[in-house]
Every structure is written in structure tokens, then in C-alpha cells.
């Protein structure tokens, strides 16, 4: 494939922004259980969440680059039985309002508003639904991605799960930093985000290496005999019918050499998994601040690589009938 | 969207559809083409046509874009004062100057010299025309692009069968059980080829594809032979051998029909050793008559002795030798063809073409056994022309078709010669599932019609006193002056090339500018890319078209190119005459010319406007007429020197052969109201009863006309009743030629003509001029170190670019960017480069670099690209860097026009010696890994800025929709 | 109608005849461009590195080893799935796919261009037009084949009509006695990468060789010319035999 630049912005801003969601919630929940006391707990929800907007926010707009057309999308619920990509276009919009809604139910303290309403604090509830959603995203952003059998690379389930993982991670690392500015500093929450960021790296890290043994064993299921229904050992495709470019080359193929994407594989590894884990443990360890910060722009970048690659290394059937050209 | 079926196309805007023929090659097929809105919406095959029946090509299909391309040239341009010519600086002019331009220059060389213009044609059919002009003009030097075509393939089928491939006759795949397709990629018969083909194979028809390369056709052979370049004759020798070996001939076929059993004179003392022994004539024959008359003796073996031939009753000896009662030795045609094969054995062609010797051996018995046993026998009743009834007719279903991979060689004519022969043998010609002719073929052998002969058949301010073009029969009919030296600026028919009846326009070029024989003063090329595709050694060429004598004047004075698109020619023109395109102007596929025929009977067509001109674009054909007109070219004026034809459908309509003859450039609705046809006087409504019929007009000949026309009685009658052929009489096969006996007869100072060649051609002439076909190897490859250039380098054709000139449309070089040259893996690997590298294709006159692709589909001692998809650089209306010309290659470059300095001379053609085809294929390279560095082909010329008049194109993108444009 | 023999309109492409001439690349495009589908957009068409929008291509395979090459000419376009997975995952319902007749089409006005249908197909089908910025494909011509206006024998695909060896035929695959499904059952058609399950409808025939086999006596019979000629001996009445030296 051809990495497009807006799907892997799209992919992991927003795997970024619901990771931090999910991690904000699960600091709440730990905070909660554990009696953690926050100095402005409100601010700190009602700012982290604003954050993990931001960052979905910054998804859909790098999606609108991807599409030629993108005020059509309103007709996207018409295939919602059907198609993943429906379901995100669904979904992405709906997350981004209850986050907001959650952002700012916090900022503008209207727990106390439900308490006094209803006897309840609905942002709990508020909250929850959205990291269901949040989780619902994944999986759909995922599937996008794992549903396409035709990507042998992609049609796993370790497709959902990397997301899943990955935007975890890099949501608890960002949540972790966050924790790590003025407000959270100090607390047991901040400890927690951060080894639940390592926790998740870890795991991203081992199922990404896992998907990657896994996608070095692929045997592709079509060859040029199915392709083309002949049944011989040796075929060869001598032209694929015209020395001009078209949609199916420029989509399918990245153009790179293979030392590049070589290279790419383990500049990811080390950027998004190794040196953010590193430098989580060494800052925290050694408790400086800026080594913590860093990690989370390491990671995106890395995140960006890997997205990069992970396009890149997905080979599609239709590229048996574009291999040559005289 | 609205639902597609719920509209009708038809109902969007203003819709027109008109009939007419396409001409995106010279195919000719029958198009319907509908307009919207002014717009082309689509053009599709005319399904009542005779020819493509409503199927249509590649090229057919893109004609939109033929139409709207911006490398069309719209006004007449003048190349500005002081521009050096080839480098495309123009003025735009009017048609007035620029036909007084012309007038002027050309009124004063008619007056002085006619033959110092000279006129050459490429892949126009319009040639009954432009001949004419040629000719009424007076000059000799005029030819069409026949010579660096395929002029093999006409003259080596003619001089033997009376008829040819290529426009003239053709493999009838209905009928037939095996098909050989030789050396053919596509030809110009390419949608009838493609039906044919796809029919033959349905039907479970035995398909042999002899090629180096496996394509297109050969692609859905049953078997590909691949075969060493050039090495053709030897195997069609060894076939030849293998079948009278075995007996596999049609000793019938051959015995009435051919002089296989006409006895030969070997009295190595007779003046006239190695002609036929000929009584005196019959007292109805004519002896200025261009048919070989019958007065030849046969060896019958009841009587044993020496009868004339078809005497009653005889039964004709085909082999052995005899002495006749004055003691001459004689042997029967066939008995020399036996001897002469003798030594061609399969074993010894294996060494010679790459094929393996149970491969010949199992391809003469298939043949063989095939026209022999699987007989066709059609319930037809015919009369020979000896007045014997025959109640059916046979055919043998063995059917050949080919075409360049034997004739762009300079071994090519004999080896087309041993091609009609092992298919006279096989007993096919004419016949059912066999070869057949198309009106106005077959001919007599040689056609009568005769060329100038000396330098006192031009005179100044006259018609040539004869065709420009003709079709010798002996020494006689060489165009030479009293040294026996050339005189046409190509020399053709000359000593050098005797038989060369489509003339050596590859020459043209090269003479003019060394002026040899003479030098000339203005020379017109029309649709012709002579500083390109349609030349050899282009880089060179394009020199000499810019070079200047010692005082400062260009050696060829003045060039005139007529073009509908920015050719790489065109810029070396000192002045450009912009054409119409095909759908913009009226046209006649000719009777006079190349017609459109099919077995069945004789067919012409016309092509009328369905567009008008753009911008001031005007048809060629009305410039000549009004050009003749201005010169006071008698065929052009009337009495009192007016202009005779107010422009070209009008001189089509009322111009007769001779006044009164009946005969004219079109065949059909003759007669003054429609009601007659191939002869009959002018019809002022012609025009319009060809587009009733669909452009065309069709004669079908009823069965018993259809077949054996060479010997047909009805046939010929009619044939000379309507004007196609001067007497009614046979038309036998020549085994034997004793034309080509009587030039080996002058070089040895015998025979009948008086005419001998000049000292150094002698042992050239003699050589080649054998009355039997035989194997040689190409020329240059026999005058250059082979070992050191050890591929043959060839070019063949792709069904969706026709030569040079599609690269201009949008749609087909998509198709075709760029071209590569391909190699067989083996050999790029021991070379030490890879698939895709970049490389440098050396020839012992120049080296080109280019990308190469491994293919498994080609012999390992050829390498192949297609032909023509490298361009100059901003020529065609493309970007300065458009991947045609900076990636694409041309080939051209690397083959000489002319020989290496031999015996012959220094100048000697580099063709076939008998006809002066143009060898192209013979070429023979070396290849090797380009050095690290640009990706980019080369050589390079510096990009053409658009002319004056041409749209430039400055999108990015191109969505063309009819109505919206 | 039960739901095996629904309509289900398609090529068939017969390999055997098919010569690689591009009649059905050009044509497509040349209808289809100003048609109900059209512009098919060209993007640098007169400078480098041109592309444009087709919806048929040609492409060529190599088989084998020299000298023992075949070459197959493979002409391409939409395939019309009958289980399209194209379709489904068109977030918009862009690309449906005909419940009257199994064509599978894209509804330019409501594509937005996310190229997720070309995703889908494993056969590199469908092509994103650069000008109209929304996803194309072969439409198997059907704003013709139904078009009333044109005469019956024309409502046919533009590729169908232009194929200059009849290599294209076009019909309805789910009628047993259609002529498409006659040529799949007489010849052997086949469908493309059929381990996707997604059940194309355009079928393509086999290449077929004849081949000819000839006898070592059928080179010799009776009425060899060779003997009239004397050149084939014919044993003498003289000519001695094993009678003449032994017995049994
Ligand atoms: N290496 C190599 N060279 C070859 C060959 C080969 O096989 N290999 N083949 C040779 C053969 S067989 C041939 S016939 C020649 C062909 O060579 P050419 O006769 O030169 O043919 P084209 O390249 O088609 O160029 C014809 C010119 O006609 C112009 N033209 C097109 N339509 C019209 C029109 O309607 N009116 C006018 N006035 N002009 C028009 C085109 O723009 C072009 O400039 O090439 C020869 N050259
Ligand atoms: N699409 C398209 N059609 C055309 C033309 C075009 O440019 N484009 N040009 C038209 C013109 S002007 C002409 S003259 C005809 C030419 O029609 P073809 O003769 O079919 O044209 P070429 O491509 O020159 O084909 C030469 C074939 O001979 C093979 N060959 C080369 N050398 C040898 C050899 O020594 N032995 C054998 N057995 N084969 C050999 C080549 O591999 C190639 O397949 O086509 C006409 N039709
Ligand atoms: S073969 Fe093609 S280009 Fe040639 S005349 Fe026919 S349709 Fe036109
Ligand atoms: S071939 Fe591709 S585009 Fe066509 S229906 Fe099948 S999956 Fe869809
Ligand atoms: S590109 Fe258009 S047709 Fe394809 S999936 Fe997206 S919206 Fe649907
Ligand atoms: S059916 Fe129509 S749209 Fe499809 S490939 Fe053929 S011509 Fe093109
Ligand atoms: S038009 Fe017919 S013969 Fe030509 S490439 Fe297409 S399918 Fe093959
Ligand atoms: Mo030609």
C-alpha cells in the first residue's frame, strides 16, 4: 500500500486521544478506589479530556484530507450494518461530542449540578459511556483495517488489538505526562498513569512483535496461477498493459526500496515501544521531568512510523496483476 | 446520478451520425461515427462493411483524440528568415502564399528540369493520385512507401503467383485446416486478420506462428517456432526440400498451372541459357504481349520426347533431364527446383535458422499431409481458360500468411519467393482454404504496366512518358542512362536495385544531399516522418536535411512537408502545409490503387467529411489539384488551360483514365445515373450513392468467378471486359522465374537485352538474380564482424500505436510511454545486467541507450523492441518531457541507409538487392550495462517549442466529454 | 424465480482467441467518457508521466520457460461479484450492487472518495478518477445495454461490440441456456482467485491447443507423384525375396 499521510495522522491522533480518555477515567476509577486526593481534580479531568479532544479533534481533521468529498459523509450511516468504516464515521463524531460533553461537564463542575438534580454524579456515567464508545472506536477503527481480507497483513485480529494497544499506550503516555505538569505531579496518580503507560507499551510492544512473526509467516492466498486461473509453475507478468501510471499503482504500491522499509520496522520498535518505555522509567526513576515529557513525542513518532509501515508492508492481491510494465 | 436506464444516451444534445471509413491505419475499416453537439461522442465499426464488419481496433476507437489533439497542425507555416531548418522556427502564412510559394518554385524546375522535384509519400492511400501528379508534373522522382515497406513481400509474390499479401490477396482462414503466419506482428489487414484469426481458432484450425518473437497473434498460435532473423529462406528451402522428398506436392496443381514442367534451356553456350525453350508464337498471341505467352515445350513421357506445351494428351515429365533433337540440354522447371533444394536439407537449415531439424521435418509433413488429404471440394462449376469445364472446385487447406519478417530483409525476396513456391507446390494459390486473390490482382507476371526507361523520358515542361512506377520484365525496363548508371535521384530501377517497383524513398534523403546522381532542388514529403521512424540512420539524416554547401545554401534546397500533426519532420521544413484529418475530408480507397477488395470480389470505398477542417487545415489532395491546375498540368486543365476540377471530389466524380475510357478512381454507381459499374462514364451523383451505401461499394464475382482466377475463363473475360487487365489469358505460376534469368544473362554479357551493368554491380547482379530461390545471408551481416555484434535487433509493430504518429493521442500512449528493449534473460544475464536495467544497444553505425525487460518470449540471439515510441523531444505537441522522449528509444538510429564500402560501391543501398526493399531487420547488435547515472534514453535532441497555430495544452488534466468541449 | 437463477449479467472472455489488441480498452474508454459514467479523466495526457481512468486493461502474462513460452493476453475489467465485497463496505452505499441484474455500480454523488471499495477488491478493479475526485469502475456498459433507442443488436457493452476476434461475450451467466453460460460449460471457464470466495461473474475460457499428429504412413501412399515420376522404386518382378533363399 501506499501510507497516506492523513490515514496514519487520522489513526493514531485519535488512538492518542481516546487512549488518554480511557486513561483519565481509569486515573478517576484508581483515584476513586484508592482515596487519591487531586488538587483540582476538576481541572485536571475537565483539561485532560479538552486534551484528548484536541487530539481527536486533530484526527478528523486530518481525515478530511483523505476524502475528496467529505460533506458527503453524512451519508455514511446508510451502511452501518455493513461496513467498519461506516461505523467509525459513525462513531468518531459521537465520541468527540461526549468527550466534549465529558470535558466539559468537568471543567464546568457539573457533577455537583447532577448530584443536586438527580442524586447522582452522571459524569461517572457520562464518562463511562464515552470509554465504551472510546473502546467501540478502536475496535471499529481496527476493523477497518482487519476486515479488508485482502490485506493478509491486516486480517487479524492483532490488527484491533495493536490499536487498541498502541493507542493506549500512547494515551496512558500522554496522560502520564500530563499527570506530570503542575496538577498532577507528585501524586499517586501520576505514578499510576505512568506504570500503566509502561504497562501498555510493554503489551503493545510484544503484540506488535507478535503480529510482525505473524506477518512474516503469511503465505499469500492468491498467486499469479489463481490470478489468472493458469496452472503452471512458471508465470511472469510482461506487461501490465500500459507504460502510463494509473489509480491502481499509485494506491497499492509505496515505491519504496525494501532496505527502507527494513529500516522503518526498526526505527518503530525503538521510537514507539523501546526508548518511550526508557525514558518513562528513567524520568520517573531519576524523577526528571523533561526525560518523562519526551516520551510521549518519541512515541508519536514512532506511532507515526509504524502506522507508516504498517501501510506500507500490507500487500494487496490486485498488485499480482500490476507488476511490470514494457 | 440519475438511473442509467432510465435515459438514453441519444437524447443528450444535438446528435448526428454519418458513415465513413477509418483511417488510424491503413486498414480501412467501414466507421459510424455520432456526434454531439459538434463534438465527437463515438465512433464505432460500421457492422455492414465488408471489411471489419462492425468490429473495431485500438486505434479505431481513439480516434477522439486523434481528432482534438493539440499536436495538430492548423496553419500553412513558413520557416522564418534566418532559423536554422530543424529547428522549428515558423511564421504562420496564408494559403494564398503559401501556394504561391510553390507555384513559383515548382513552375520554374518543370520548365527547366522537371526532375530536380521530387516526391515522396509514407502510409498515404492515395498514391493513383499523387503518382499522377508525379507524372504529369514530369518527374521520375516520385515513390511511396512501398520501397521501405514491404516491397518483398509485393514483387517476390507478384514475379511468381501474380498476386500478393499485403493489400493484394490473403490466407482464406475460413476454409483452411492449418495457417502459418510468418514473421507478422500486424499488418494491415488488422481487424479482418484479428476475425479471421479468432474464427479459425474456434473452429479448432491448426495454427503455426514462425517468428523470433512471440506477440499478439503468435500469442494464440498452437505452435511457435522461433526462428533466427533472416534465416527464413533457409528454412522454406528445407521445407520445400522435405516435401518433394516425400512427394508430398500437388503434382496436378503443378502440371497445369505452373511452369514447373517448362523446359529449361542448359545449353551453358546458348545465348539464352537457363530461359525457356520457346517455339514460335501462336498466331493469336501477341508478341508485345505482357502476359508470358504458352509457347514453351514439355517433356511427355508416353511419347518421350520433347511437345509443346499443353499439347493433347501429353503427360508432362516434372523431373529428370533430357536433350532435345537439336541436342539442347533441358530439364522441367521443377527438376531445377529439385536440384536446387538438393543441398537445403532440414539438417543443414537447423544449423542455419535455430530450429530443430524434427521440428522442419514435422511442419513439411503437417503441410504436406494436410493439403493433401484433407481436401476441399467446393460443387462449383467452372471454365479454364483453356476451355476445359471442371464440375468443383479443390483446395488444398494449407494457408501462409506474412509479412515483413521476410520481406524487411535483405535476403527477403528470394526468400518470399521460396515462400510462394512451397506454397505453389502445396497446390494453394487461388484456391480454397488456400491463398486468395482480391481484385484488381492477379496480374500477369510481371503486370505490364512499365516505368520511364531513359533519361529522354523526362522532358522539360511535359508529362513523364510514363507511370513513375513500373514493374520490369527484362533489362529493358531499367530506368538507367547510357552507362547503365541510375537515373532517379533513389535509384531505383537501376542496376543497383533492378526490380525495385515501389521505388527506395530511404534513399531519397541521402542522394539529394550528396547529389547523386544529381542534386535536386525541392523535395515534398507527404505523411511521411523521414527525419524520424520512416528513415535509417535518423541522427545523420536530420544532419544532412540541415546541412549547407560551401556557400551557405542548404544542399537540398527546399523542402515542403504536408502533415496533419507536428512530426519530427516537420520542422525541417521550409514550408509546412497543415492537412485535414480523416474525419475532415473526402478520400477514395481506389480501384487505380490499393483497394479495399475481398476474395469474393472487387471493393472500394470512400471517406467523406464528418467535421469540419480546423482552424486552416485544407486536404492534400485539393492542394494537388489546384497546385496541378496552377502549373497548367494538362490532366488538370481544360483546353483553354483553366482549372479543370474545382477540388478534389469534383476531379474524383468526372476524372476518366483516357477521355471516355469509362475508368476512373471509383468503381461504383458508374455511368451517368448510377447505373453502372467499374466501367461507365461519369456519375455527378456518385458521391452521394457511395454514402447511401455506406461508404463503400462491393462487387461480389458469382462463385464460379472466385477461384483459380489466374486460369479462370469467366473470371479473366470479365475481368478484361471491365478494364482490370489488358487480355483474358493465363496467368501460370513462375517455379522458374526467367525474368531474373534474363538480368543474370546480361550480367554474364548474354541474353536477349542489349543492356548490361555497369562493371562493379556485374557479380552483384549475376549473384543474386538467380531464376531459383536460394539462402544467403543478409547482406550487411555478411559485410561487417558479426562475431562482434551477435544479436539481430528487430522492431515490430504494436496493435495499439500506428508508427510514429499516436503518440499525440491522449488515450494510446498510455498504452505505449515508453518502449523497452527486450532480451531474453539468458542473454541480459550473461551480459551481466538485469531486468530493467538501463543499457546501451550498439550497432557498428551508432549506439542508443534504453531500459531493457527480460522476456521469455523471444529467441535468445534477438533482441525486440516496438517500433516508433521514442519521439523527439516537444514534438507531437508533447511536453519537452514527455516519457517518449526521455525514455523511449528509437531504434533507427542504429541502421545504416547504405552498405559498408564493397565491390558494389560505396553508396549501395543497405536493401534487398533485387528490389531495394529496405533491410531493416537485418541489423545485428551488441548490448551491454549502461554506466550508473540518468535514467534517460539517448540520444537527445533539444525540444521543439510549439508551432504557430497549436493549441497548447497547459492542463494538468484532460476529461474530455462530447458537448462540453 | 428462485435465488440461484437471479439475473446476473456478465462477460465471458475466451483466452484462447483473445490477441492483447487493446479494441476493448479504448472503446470502454471512448463510450464511457462522455457516457452516463463519464469523464474518464486523463491526467498529464500530453506530458510526463501520464495516467488516466480505464475501466478495462490488458495485461500480458509469460508461461513457462523458452522456447517452450506461452503468451497469454489477459483483458480485465470489473468482474461483478456476485458476492461483491466492494459493495459492503462502501460507507456511504455509493457502490451498490443492481438487484434486477447483479451490475455492480458506484453512485458518483454520493462517493466520498475514501477508496475503501478499492480496498476490497482483490482484483484491482476499480479505478479513482482524479478529475470528478470519486471512485469509477466498468458498468458493464449499462447505460447502453438497456437503452431502447439503440437497435437490439447494439445493446451490447462497447468492449463486446469492438472485439475484434469475439474474444468478449456478454449475458446473462445465471441462464443455462444464455450463450455466456453455454461457452463457461462447453469450454471450461473459470473464474479469478476463487479462494476469496467472492464469486465473480465475468468468467474467462481457457487456451486451447490443436494439435496435429502425423503418422509415418500417411507420408507414403499409392498415389505418391514420386512414382509417376520413377523416382519412388516400385520392386521389379525380378527382384529377389526371401522365397529365393530359404524355405519353411
Ligand atoms: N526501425 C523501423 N523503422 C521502420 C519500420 C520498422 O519496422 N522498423 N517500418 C517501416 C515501414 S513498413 C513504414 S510504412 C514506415 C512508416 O513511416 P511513415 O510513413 O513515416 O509513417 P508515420 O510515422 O505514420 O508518419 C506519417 C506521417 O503522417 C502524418 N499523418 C497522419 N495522418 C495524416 C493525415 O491525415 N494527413 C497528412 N498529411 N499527414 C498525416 C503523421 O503525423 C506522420 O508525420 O516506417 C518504416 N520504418
Ligand atoms: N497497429 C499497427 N498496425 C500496423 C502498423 C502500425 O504501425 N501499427 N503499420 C502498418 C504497416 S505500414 C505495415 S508495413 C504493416 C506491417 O505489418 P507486420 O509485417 O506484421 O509488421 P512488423 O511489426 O514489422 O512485423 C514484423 C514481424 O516479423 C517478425 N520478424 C522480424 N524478423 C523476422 C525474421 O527474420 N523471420 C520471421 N519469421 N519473423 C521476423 C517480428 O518479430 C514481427 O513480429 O503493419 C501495418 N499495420
Ligand atoms: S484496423 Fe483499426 S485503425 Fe485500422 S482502419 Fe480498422 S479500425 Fe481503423
Ligand atoms: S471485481 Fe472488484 S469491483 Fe468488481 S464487483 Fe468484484 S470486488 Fe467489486
Ligand atoms: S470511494 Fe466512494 S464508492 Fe468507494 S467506498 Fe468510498 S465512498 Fe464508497
Ligand atoms: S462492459 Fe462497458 S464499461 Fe465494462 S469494460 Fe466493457 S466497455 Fe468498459
Ligand atoms: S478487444 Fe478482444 S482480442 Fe482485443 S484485447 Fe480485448 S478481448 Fe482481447
Ligand atoms: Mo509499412
Known sequence: MRPAFSVIFLTTLIGAGQGMFIALFSGRVFAYMTGVELLDSNWFYGVGSGCALLFMGAGLFASFFHLTHPSRGIYAWQRWRSSWLSREVILLPMVIGLMAISAMSHYFRWDNFFLEFSGMDLTWILSGVTVLLCIFLFIATGMIYASVRFFQEWASPFTVINFLL????????????????????????????????????????????????????????????????????????????????????????????????????????????????????????????????????????????????????????????????? | MEDPTKQSDGDKGRVEVKNTTCYMCACRCGIRVTLRDGDVRYIEGNPNHPLNQGVLCAKGSSGIMKQYSPGRLTQPLKRIKGAMRGDGKFEAISWDEALGIMEQRLGGIRKSDPKKFAMYTGRDQMQALTGMFARQFGTPNYAAHGGFCSVNMAAGMIYTIGGSFWEFGGPDLERAKMFIMIGTAEDHHSNPMKKALGEFKRQGGHFVAINPVRTGYAAIADQWVPIRPGTDGALLLAIIHEIIRLGLYDRSFLTSYTNAADLVNLDEKSDIFGMFVRSELNKDDDPDSCFDNENKYWWDSIANKAVAQRAPGAKPRLMGDYTLEDGTPVKPAFQMLKDRVKEFTPQWAEGVTGIPTKVICDLAHTMGVTARDQKIELPIQWTDVWGKEHDTITGNPVAFHAMRGLAAHSNGFHSIRALSILMTILGTIDRPGGFRHKAPFPRPIPPCAKGPKGPEDVRPGEPLNAMPLGWPTNPDDLFVDDDGEAYRLDKGFSWEYPLSVHGLMHNAISNAWRGDPYPIDTLLLFMSNMAWNSTMNTGKVREMLRDKDDNGEYKIPFIIVCDAFQSETTAFADLVLPDTTYLERHDVMSMLDRPISEFDGPVDSIRVPVLPPTGNSRPFQDVLIEMGARLGLPAFVDENGAAKYQDYPDFISNYETEPGSGIGFLAGWRGSSGEKFMKGAPNTRQWEMYEKNDCFYHYKLPPSYQYMRNWNQGYLQWARHHGLIREAKSINLHIYSEVLQSFRLAAQGKGPSKRRPPERLKERVETFFDPLPFYYEPLETQLINAREYPLSAITQRPMAMYHSWDSQNAWLRQIHTQNYLFVNPQVGRSVGFDDGDWIWVESPWGKVKCQSRFSEAVEPGTVWTWNAIGKASGAWGLDGKANESKRGFLLNHLISEELPNHQSGATVSNSDPITGQAAWFDLRVKIYKAEEGEESCEPNYPTLDHFPGMKKWGNKLRAYFAGQN | MDKTSKKQLALVIDLNVCVGCHACVTSCKQWNTSGWAGPLTDVNPYGENPSGTFFNRVQTFEVGTYPKTDLIHFPKSCLHCEDAPCVPVCPTGASFKREEDGIVLVNYDKCIGCKYCSWSCPYGAREFDEGQKVMKKCTLCVDRIYDEKLPEQERLPACVMACPTSARVFGDINDSDSQVSQRIREHGGFQLMPEWGTKPSNHYLPRRKTVVTIQPEQLVRSDNPLKIEGELSVPGKDDRSLDDYTSW
Not at chain 1, 513518532?301 to 507488476?323: D, I, S, T
Open chain 1, 166 to 326: 498502541m493507542g493506549l499506550a500512547s494515551g496512558y503516555t500522554l496522560a502520564a505526562v500530563f499527570a506530570h505538569t503542575g496538577f498532577g505531579r507528585g501524586y499517586s496518580l501520576g505514578e499510576f498513569l505512568l506504570y500503566s503507560a509502561l504497562f501498555f507499551t510493554i503489551l503493545a510492544w510484544a503484540s506488535r512483535s507478535w503480529s510482525l512473526a505473524r506477518n512474516r509467516r503469511i503465505q499469500p492466498t492468491s498467486s499469479l496461477q489463481s490470478a489468472i486461473g493458469v496452472h503452471h509453475g512458471t508465470i511472469r507478468q510482461l506487461t501490465r498493459g500500459f507504460t502510463a501510471s494509473s489509480f491502481n499503482i499509485k494506491e497499492f504500491f509505496h515505491g519504496r526500496a525494501p532496505t527502507t522499509i527494513i529500516w522503518v520496522q526498526r526505527l518503530f520498535i525503538i521510537l514507539s515501544f523501546i526508548l518511550p518505555f526508557t525514558l518513562l522509567l528513567v524520568g520517573s526513576w531519576l524523577n526528571i521531568i523533561p526525560v518523562i515529557h519526551s516520551a510521549f513525542g518519541v512515541q508519536m513518532l514512532g506511532l507515526f512510523l509504524e502506522r507508516w509501515y504498517f501501510f506500507a508492508q500490507a500487500k494487496h492481491p490486485q498488485n499480482l496483476y500490476y507488476q511490470n510494465v514494457a
